[in-house]
């Protein structure tokens, strides 16, 4: 008997698909704030599943030009470049030393105006006024100064910059509306949880392209069919872990029981509250969201929209239950008129 939930909320997508003694649920979890970018990620990824290249584009985008997620793009590393006040937060330099740079004493040495020691025979006796520059510390000579930024002003005098940097990738969603409109049953859920494109299958039609909340599924227009992640289907089986999270060189990229990494992830982001990074939460973790909770969940450090994320994604079958019922109640109106304007005519 369908489960109550299998078109939306909580939901064991395996059982629900009918996987009997199905292995716990599969997934990744993305900790953004040690991704580096250095996209090695989407190397393993091409390399491993044999995807094309994306072409050689320069999109002016920081450093991505991947762009997106697309069908020859499973794994993309987003560059997001924010200009931002530095006193958003506490201090970076709260707690280091704020004496001068040079003791008096260290810069008369420097200066060779101390007593001769004998290691600098014959040479001239230095100037004062040179060791007391030296002693005042440094001078501001139009070029960057020996202080690091916001040293000498605050840190709420000056302007920062940083970049979120977060490999995107398939969500494996909970309640997946991709594979509730393929027509032809490429699209299937496997006893890890995880969806997969059966590309042999695949009709081309892209009905699975405008059903996806995320925007993730693509097709290759050489072929028309429909690409995405599998989550490296072929090595959970072997038992190993997924391409990109095996050369994530952060652990940026974490793979395992889906119960596990949500726990994992809670402790991740009260550790970042308790040092000073407020803004940190989970996206795509929570069962009772719109999509039942995603296979594929991350650690933002911003809104999800800054990294091109839906604020609050909802399965688009979601309402096919009322959908049908409203249409049988039409097909009945309909029914009924024609039958009153039969008999009407007849008498």
Same mark, same amino acid.
């Given at each position: ?5 299998? +078109? ?5 997508? $395996? *059982? ?28 393993? =990824? ?19 030009? @991947? ?34 740079? @040079? ?24 100037? *004062? ?34 970049? /979120? ?12 509306? =991709?594979?509730? %409109?393929?027509?032809?049953?490429? /699209? ?6 995880? %969806?997969? %494109? ?9 009905? =699975? ?16 069919? $429909? ?33 596990? +990494? ?30 039942? &909770?995603? &296979? $594929? ?13 839906? *604020? ?15 249409? &049988? +109640?039409?097909? /009945? ?6 039958? $009153? ?7």
């Amino acid at each position: 008997m369908p489960d109550a939930n299998s +078109l939306y909320g909580p939901l064991d997508p $395996a *059982p629900d698909a009918g996987w009997v003694d199905a292995p716990p649920r599969m997934g990744f979890f993305t900790d953004t704030s040690v991704c580096i970018g250095c996209k090695a990620c989407e190397v393993a =990824c091409k390399e491993w599943n044999g995807v094309p290249d994306s072409g050689f584009d320069l999109l002016g985008m920081s450093y991505d030009n @991947t762009g997106a997620l697309t069908a020859n793009s499973w794994r993309h590393v987003a560059f997001i470049e924010q200009p931002r006040p530095a006193g958003h937060r506490t201090p970076p330099f709260a707690g280091d030393p704020t004496g001068p740079a @040079t003791s008096p004493e260290s810069a008369a040495a420097g200066a060779v105006t101390a007593s001769d020691t004998g290691t600098n025979p014959g040479l001239p006796p230095g100037r *004062p006024e040179a060791a007391a520059r030296m002693a005042a510390g440094p001078e501001f000579l139009g070029m960057p100064g020996a202080q690091p930024p916001g040293r000498d002003t605050g840190a709420e005098s000056r302007t920062d910059f940083r970049w /979120l940097m977060m490999s995107d990738v398939c969500k494996h969603c909970t309640h997946a509306a =991709c594979l509730d %409109v393929c027509p032809t049953g490429s /699209l299937f859920r496997t006893e890890f949880g995880t %969806v997969v %494109v059966q590309e042999d299958i695949c009709n081309g039609c892209g009905y =699975c392209i405008s059903a996806c909340p995320y925007g993730v599924i693509d097709q290759r227009q050489d072929d028309g069919r $429909a690409w995405k992640c599998t989550l490296c289907y072929d090595r959970m089986g072997a038992g190993m872990t997924p391409a990109c999270a095996q050369a994530c060189p952060t652990e940026s990229i974490q793979y395992g029981p889906l119960d596990e +990494l949500r726990e994992r992830a809670a402790r991740r982001v009260t550790a970042l509250h308790e040092r000073g990074v407020p803004e940190a939460r989970l996206y795509g973790h929570d069962p009772t969201d719109g999509v039942g &909770g995603d &296979g $594929a969940f991350f650690l933002l450090l911003d809104e999800p929209e800054v990294y091109g994320l839906p *604020p609050d994604p909802v399965v688009t079958t979601r309402d096919l239950p009322k959908m049908w019922k409203r249409a &049988g +109640l039409a097909a /009945l109106a309909m029914a009924a008129a024609a039958v $009153a304007a039969f008999a009407g005519g007849s008498s």
